[in-house]
């Protein structure tokens, strides 16, 4: 069975486990070294007129460039501790580190193509052909469309924001927004609007960033998503509890938020509550839907948020709550809970109409041009057109 259910949990604990406090390094020159290349990698210096092939050794310089073919990609750990990762088809160049009132800024452009970007404190600013993508705190890709230079921006995780002539707009975890280009029939820009996430955009985080796995393993002790269902799947767990040893049944924290039953909607955050249980160190959540997958939150909340587009699919699911002590003991767990919701549409990327076609000019007419209509014919060519 596929792991459709198990995959947006994964990548829900990534943005509320790796938004944290780093200390924001020194200002200093910036530069970038690169690896993990791979397909056609070419680099050029601030200073040098042409690209040349860029091996495991090579370090990018300010005003330097990178530029990768259709198969080629690279990871540059900047020296800041930023780390960007360039995928094909992409043209790069690394601007400037600035220390401001605000902290430190990195400063990078993209002309064409898809970079993430995985900021080690300060901000990062993304010049591209339709406005400046910018990120303080974490994680966040900025795409280019090589044909309609519309920006597709995503923010995985941390505080983001977009701008271009028509105005800004501010957006966090789980968000996107598309940066149109100009408009040249109209003579206008189109103001940015913020999106949530597709399951699509979530996934692709996970799949070309292997420092996203590395992170979530580090901050998450206790992560696990089943795809293979029970040997009778069903929509309510079974429960094994390891009760107290006083009062157990009225010992045990209660589900708050959602209520048994309730129909949830298909975009949006929804808060999943439950009361405090003394001794408890930290809590996991599982889910389970209708076809028996399960997957595994830890948290150390007793109201966390998630995006509901984490759910994949419709229909009905079940959770419970375990908690446990400081020793890493189970303490008890909540009865299982219900809630269902639609199936997710895939949110597609707008467009604009595309431009009017303009009416066909007029030919001008030229005798002495043998491709116009209106030649005079090579007979009169040198009477006509050299007076002879």
Partial sequence: MKKKFA???????????????????????????????????????SGQNDFAPA??????????????????????????????????????????????????????KLEIGKIFIIL????????????VASVRGSHMKVEVDPITKDIYITCLTGNCSATNPAGT????????????AFDETTGTWTAPGVLPMTQEDFEEWLNENPETKELFDQAM??????????????????????????????ACFQVVNPPAGTSLPKQGQVNFEWTEQEGAQYYVITFVDANGNRATIE??????????????????????????????????????????KPAGDPTPRPSREPDPELPPTEEECDPCNEFSSCFVGWDEYYYVCYGE
């Fill in 299 to 340: 948290t150390t909340e007793t109201n966390p948020s998630y995006y509901i587009e984490i759910f994949p699919n419709g229909g009905q699911y079940s959770w419970f709550v375990t908690a446990y002590g400081s020793d890493n003991v189970e303490i008890c767990s909540t009865t299982s809970n219900s809630f269902s």
């Fill in 221 to 250: 002790s206790t992560v696990t998503a089943l795809a293979q269902p029970s040997e009778t799947p069903t929509a309510t767990p079974t429960l094994e509890q390891a009760l107290p040893p006083t009062e157990a049944s009225n």
């Fill in 120 to 131: 080690n404190g300060g901000q990062a600013d993304v010049e591209t052909p339709s406005g």
């Fill in 169 to 180: 707009v501010n957006f966090t975890n789980g968000q996107q927004v598309i940066l149109f």
């Fill in 55 to 108: 091996n495991p050794e090579t370090t990018l310089e300010v005003n330097g460039q990178v530029q990768t073919g259709d198969d080629g990609r690279v990871r540059l750990d900047l020296s800041s501790g930023t780390i960007i990762r360039i995928a094909p088809s992409s043209l790069f160049t690394l601007t400037s580190n600035e220390e401001t009132d605000g902290g430190l800024i990195t400063k990078i």
């Fill in 7 to 45: 995959l947006p949990f994964i990548i829900a604990v990534i943005i509320i486990s790796l938004i944290g406090c780093q200390a924001e390094p020194a200002s200093s020159p910036l530069s970038a070294a690169l690896s993990e290349l791979t397909g056609k990698v070419d680099v050029k210096q």
